[in-house]
Nanobody
Framework: QITLVQSGGGSVRAGGSLNLSCEEW????????MAWFRQAPGKEREGVAA????????YYSDSVKGRFTISQDNSKSTLYLQMNSLNPGDTAMYYC????????????????????WGQGTQVTVSA
C-alpha cells in the first residue's frame, strides 16, 4: 500500500515563501508521476506541478510557473514544492499525488489518473 505523508504549509503574508514536503512510502520503483494539486474553497482541485520520479521533465500550471519549484530527493523518498512570491490566490489545501506511469507528459494534471493521495496541507496567504 503506497502512502504519502505531507508536511509543511502554514500561513504567510503575500510575497513570502513556503515549502511543502511529501514523503513517499512503499513505492516499489521510480516509475511514477509525482504531482502537487491544490483546492481552494468553492473551487475544483487543480494541478500545480508534476515531475517523474525516475527523472525527466517537470510540469507547471501557468498560474505558478516561475514562482513554484517541484523537486525530489530520491535518497529520502521525498517530493517537495518550494513556493515563492506567494499571493492570496495561492490560498488552498495542497495535496501530493502519485500514479504509476511511463512519464508525466500525458495528462499530468488529470485528477482522475492519480490513485494515491497525501492527506493535504493548508496554505494560507494573507494580503
Amino acid at each position: 500500500q503506497i502512502t504519502l505523508v505531507q508536511s509543511g504549509g502554514g500561513s504567510v503574508r503575500a510575497g513570502g515563501s513556503l515549502n511543502l514536503s511529501c514523503e513517499e512510502w512503499r513505492l516499489i520503483d521510480r516509475y511514477y508521476c509525482m504531482a502537487w494539486f491544490r483546492q481552494a474553497p468553492g473551487k475544483e482541485r487543480e494541478g500545480v506541478a508534476a515531475t517523474y520520479a525516475a527523472g525527466g521533465h517537470t510540469y507547471y500550471s501557468d498560474s505558478v510557473k516561475g514562482r513554484f519549484t517541484i523537486s525530489q530527493d530520491n535518497s529520502k523518498s521525498t517530493l517537495y514544492l518550494q513556493m515563492n512570491s506567494l499571493n492570496p490566490g495561492d490560498t488552498a489545501m495542497y495535496y501530493c499525488a502519485t500514479r504509476r506511469a511511463e512519464s508525466c507528459s500525458i495528462d499530468w494534471d488529470a485528477i482522475g489518473a492519480y490513485g494515491h493521495w497525501g492527506q493535504g496541507t493548508q496554505v494560507t496567504v494573507s494580503a
